[in-house]
């Protein structure tokens, strides 16, 4: 007997270890990506266009001036678009739900038809042979552009861009590409991060605000995004300081609500987050106390307490890449754009956001925007007291995506 | 001081739904039934419970439904291994695929549904869930948010766990059952109702474990659907059985320290103890791992443990 239950214990433990890291494997993707990030960045320089589409890195288009399509033009009757999810977009928030919304904005943007779009869901980025698998039954009801959303997909694309040249890929998150039929996409959501901070900023009492991060510091997209909500505070409340919760997880309800909770026993009174589910948002509304969004409008979940969310639209990609390919100037180039562009941005400040929130948050939006000045420019000092970009510096892209390592001073090292 | 308080605060909201899954799982494994199919009736009773609360606005009736539905779903386990005899751990298995399955496309109906494109519990019930304590009791310094601050969930689960020790220890029916665990023969032979009574506890302890789902998906996310909810919490619950050893009282105390292993990563500086999340994380297993270890060296056999636990019984094999 005591056989029979130490097997099924172990059998226990095996599955629960596997559901959990199914689960992340679907997402941690993003965090992998840093290394990657970094190494394409320093091996070719390619990775991330310096802000501005006119600046983009030098090296790809020798030919100067506008760039040449490098793929036949596709008419728009032609078009038939695969969608490659990791998720449900059904679930009606979170990382799957706005790809799949800026999907439908492209789609009502340039008016293509329903049956011109093919989704695949729910498809494990961790398992090549399914992520094939959809890809190919994408193809084989003709779809001639494919959009995955999910870092896992990167190298299976990658393959299936050699193997079907007239057919397009574009991978979002990531690092890799060919320059032709297979690019990237990503956005500088640390700029919306920052305007966000500056909300959290003005609205604490208690000067003590909390971040529910999903990756740790070694993870540059997380912490980065991080440090730039902390400066947005710093800029607006240099007495306030940032708490930070790490869940390990893309994904975990439960952690992440424990995670706000712990931060509200600290006595934090704005709670910031990077992590999929509005838990963080609800633990805040149901302490009495405020909080910042991510990915979608958090205010749908949480009305009393989401100052404002950090959202993307990726619509403004999607409807770019689509309409260069019918154009014929699509140029196989990756995409890194931010706020200037629209892919990423706040939502509507809440009407309980403190007084002059919004003049503040349209200044820095001001000079974000006229380029003069970005995020990560000027003196910039860790919490262990190192400077890590000199004034009248400002950190290239290859570090932004993969090299912060480190957190602003304000930010409670502990 | 006032951070502990609330850490044991944190600790108790954490390990209440492993409370009810071990509860139930206790019950269903007195009759001799091994069901590893917590994580699934905890699923169906999270989305019949979450989806109750949400077009009725009562906290009753979203109890009510969240252990039906369970219960229902544990019939199903029921039907399969009592009458069917089919194997234990395998249909259990199964049971969570299905019942986490279900669980997750009910509600992503009901999110398509939902016109403002989320689902959220009304007013009413997240004041009645939420219910902040026993007025009076809670402003007592330090007891006070200890003892008397919770939800109406924790008390439930308390008071359930109690009755469960009243009704094993002190009732016959239930020393009836516990020899329906240990020796369904004989107690066959002693004119007990052998499959009644596996039935009845099968239904039950699923229905417990359902009220254990709600709480994931009332308490711990806030009231808004996300699927997945009760995110593995039943295999801990499993494994916390064998760590309260069948004893309803120890369930209690297990699932508070497991509920604080599982939030200690929260709130231990890292400057004090530098351990990497992963290592919390383990804690629940690796206890449970040593304390399976021990009770095998043990030589005195372990009584609260069924005897006949994952077997079938068949009369006419006798």
Known sequence: ?414 | MDLLIRFVAAAVAAGTPLLYGTLGEIMTEKAGHLNLGVEGMMSVGACAGFLAGYYTDSFALALLAAFGAAAASALIYGVLTVTLMANQNVTGLTLTIFGIGLSNFIGILALGRSESGTLKLPEGITAQMRGAGIPGLRDIPVAGPLLFSYNAFVYIGIVIAVLLFLYFGRTKSGLNLQAVGHNPGAADAAGIQVTRYKYASILIGGGICGIGGAYCAMIINGGVWVSNNVGGLGWIAVALVIFANWKPLNAIGGSLVFGALRILKFYVPKSVLPLPNAFYDMMPFLITALILVVTSMRKKQNLSLPGNLGNHYFREER
Not at chain 1, 130 to 145: D, P, S, W
Not at chain 1, 156 to 180: M, Q, R, W
Request: glycine share 12%; aromatic share 8%.
């Open chain 1, 1 to 414: 007997m005591k056989k029979a239950l130490s097997l099924v214990l172990a059998l226990a433990m095996v599955l629960s270890l596997t559901a959990c890291g199914g689960k992340e494997d679907g997402k941690t993707t993003t965090a992998a990506q840093n290394e990657g990030t970094t190494a394409a960045a320093q091996d070719e320089g390619t990775t991330a266009a310096p802000q501005g589409e006119t600046a983009a890195g030098g090296e790809t288009e020798a030919a100067g001036g506008a760039k040449a399509g490098v793929m036949p033009a596709i008419a728009k009757e032609d078009l038939k678009i695969g969608v490659i999810h990791i998720t449900d977009p059904a679930e009606g928030s979170g990382y799957t739900y706005t790809h799949d919304q800026g999907i439908v904005g492209m789609q009502e943007n340039l008016g293509l038809s329903d049956d011109q779009i093919v989704r695949k869901n729910n498809v494990d980025d961790s398992n090549a042979t399914e992520i094939e698998t959809a890809i190919q039954e994408c193809l084989e009801e003709g779809c001639n552009v494919i959009f995955a959303t999910s870092w896992g997909f990167m190298d299976t694309c990658e393959a299936l861009a050699d193997e079907y040249p007239e057919v397009i890929f574009s991978h979002g998150t990531g690092y890799k590409s060919n320059g032709v039929n297979f690019n990237n996409y990503f956005g500088r959501i640390y700029q919306a991060r920052y305007l966000s901070g500056i909300a959290a900023g003005l609205k604490t009492e208690s000067n003590k605000i909390g971040y529910v991060a999903a990756m740790g510091k070694d993870n540059s997209e997380v912490t980065g995004g991080c440090d730039a909500f902390a400066m947005g505070v710093y800029s607006v409340n240099p007495d306030a300081q940032i708490y930070v919760r790490v869940t390990n997880s893309w994904f975990d309800p439960e952690g992440e609500t424990q995670a706000a909770n712990a931060l509200l026993d600290l006595g934090c009174d704005v709670i910031g987050q990077h992590c999929d589910t509005p838990n963080p948002q609800l633990a805040a509304e149901a302490a009495g106390v405020w909080g910042v969004g991510y990915n979608s409008d958090m205010s749908k979940d949480a009305p009393k307490a989401a100052l404002t969310s950090v959202v993307w639209d990726w619509s403004v990609y999607y409807t770019y890449a689509v309409e260069s390919i019918m154009n014929g100037t699509w140029t196989g180039e990756n995409y890194f754009a931010g706020l200037k562009e629209g892919l990423v941005d706040i939502a509507p400040l809440a009407d309980f956001c403190a007084e002059g929130t919004e003049e503040k948050i349209s200044e820095a939006k001001e000079k974000i925007l006229s380029g003069e000045w970005d995020v990560f420019s000027g003196l910039i000092e860790t919490n262990e007291g190192e400077v890590v970009c000199e004034e009248g510096q400002t950190l290239d892209d290859a570090t932004i995506t993969g090299g912060i390592n480190w957190y602003f001073k304000n930010i409670v090292a502990e």
